[in-house]
């Protein structure tokens, strides 16, 4: 499967911010990103790094 997890990045520390991300959407200020069951969520941020052969989305928050 291709789906990847999104973790988000506060100063050296990650946590977990959605598992089995399918979609990553610019919106509005951030972005939309839909897991594989159509669930969505939405944040103020930009994408700092991704990894996808480790299944790996880093994320950082914009103001």
Do not use: W
């Not at 911010?17 to 969520?41: A, C, R, T, W």
């Amino acid at each position: 499967m291709c789906e990847a997890n999104a973790y988000l990045r506060d100063g050296e520390t990650e946590e977990m911010f959605m598992e089995s991300v399918d979609i990553i959407e610019p919106y509005e200020n951030g972005l939309k990103l839909i897991d594989i069951f159509g669930m969505q969520k939405f944040i103020q941020a930009k994408i700092k790094d991704m990894t996808l052969l480790n299944h790996r989305i880093v994320l950082e928050k914009i103001d």
